[in-house]
């Protein structure tokens, strides 16, 4: 015969036993200034010789909040977001707050995030990383009562941390315009998740070509999705027009690295033959030799982070959002034009990026 579980200590039996309410008991076991040192040791002792444990859960629920934070992201698989939330945990973690990460990877987990999460698990915030927040989904986080902050990437009504997607295309094109690049194609990326990206980083490649009094030539202007080997076509396709250009601003990283790799297969050296630029300085840009508008993503959710912190301390909303500077990495990949009786035309890939046999 095993012997029965002993009871389970509670907060009204230390109280008891104590010789003190349960209020009192509560604030000694909290750490609260308004108890007396000969109580507060009393009460302890007693928590002590009974093995009694606050529990973390009814400590935060006593004081109004549930000591969680739901960051909210569309890609996991992805440097930039894998960065983002990295340094955004580095900062809540360290203030003992618990991370819940819910991935929406499209229309429809979005839509179900926002309408299960009130009822699913209570939070005190919500950080939503590199997508923009809809007007209705917005309403719903606020008849919440919680914080909104966004990380990297969109302006917002709500506090927002990110880069200036402008300047920094402004950076990457104005770089080849000083080289004497005046034949500047553009590899333009769709992100359904992202929009913003080409509503401001393809505004600024044509404001830069105009205030260099360069006209645009929109037949080396290629748009296509997201990603490497979506890079890897459009580049090919600009090697394939009868005046391919000399340089080539891509939206970021990863469709600049797709686009490099069309041309080492097509028989060209990236900087030599032809210049390219992205943005975002991904891992891969330095072992790759590529020249890059560089942006801290881990650093963007570490200043969201601390943001946060803030206004659930109590302080008050900033009144505008916050743009963390980017920075021109010049390597390889960049050089000054060729001139036009050394330019090399040879190898002309197809669309898969592979040369074109003769």
Request: hydrophobic residues 40%; glycine residues 10%; negative net charge.
């Amino acid at each position: 015969m095993t012997d029965a579980t002993p009871p389970k200590v509670t907060l009204v039996d230390i109280a008891r036993l104590a010789g003190v309410g349960v209020g009192t008991a509560s604030r000694a076991l909290s750490n609260a200034k308004n108890v007396a040192p000969a109580t507060r040791e009393r009460v302890l002792r007693v928590a002590e010789e009974h093995h009694y444990v606050v529990s973390p859960e009814a400590s935060r629920l006593a004081k109004g909040n549930t000591g969680r934070v739901a960051l909210v992201v569309p890609h996991l698989s992805r440097w930039f977001f894998g960065a983002v939330v990295e340094g955004l945990g580095s900062v809540l973690r360290g203030a003992d707050l618990d991370v819940l990460l819910y991935q929406v990877g499209d229309v429809a987990d979005r839509q179900d995030f926002f309408d299960r999460l009130p009822a699913r698990r209570k939070v005190d915030a919500v950080v939503v990383i590199g997508f923009q927040v809809e007007e209705a989904e917005r309403t719903r986080l606020e008849t919440m009562g919680v914080h909104i902050v966004a990380a990297g990437g969109q302006w917002a009504s709500y506090p927002s941390v990110h880069i200036d997607d402008h300047e920094a295309s402004r950076q990457a094109v104005d770089h080849l315009l000083h080289l004497g690049h005046t034949r500047i194609g553009m590899l333009e990326a769709l992100d359904p998740d992202q929009p913003r990206l080409r509503s401001t980083r393809s505004p600024a490649y044509y404001e830069a070509l105009e205030r260099a009094g360069i006209p645009v030539d929109p037949s080396i202007v290629v748009t296509a999705p997201w990603g490497g080997e979506h890079g890897a076509a459009s580049m090919s396709r600009l090697l394939g027009h009868p005046d391919p250009p000399t340089a080539v601003f891509a939206h970021s990283d990863e469709v600049a690295l797709g686009a490099m790799r069309t041309l080492r297969r097509a028989g060209l050296r990236p900087g030599t033959d032809l210049s390219v630029v992205g943005i975002d300085d991904h891992p891969l840009a330095e072992l790759c030799d590529l020249t890059t508008v560089r942006q801290q993503p881990g650093e963007q959710g570490a200043i969201a982070g601390r943001l946060l912190l803030d206004l659930l301390a109590g302080g008050a909303a900033p009144h505008r959002s916050t743009t963390v500077p980017t920075e021109l990495v010049v390597r390889g990949s960049t050089a000054p034009p060729r001139t036009s009786g050394t330019r090399h035309t040879s190898g002309t890939p197809h669309a898969s990026g592979t040369p074109r046999g003769d």
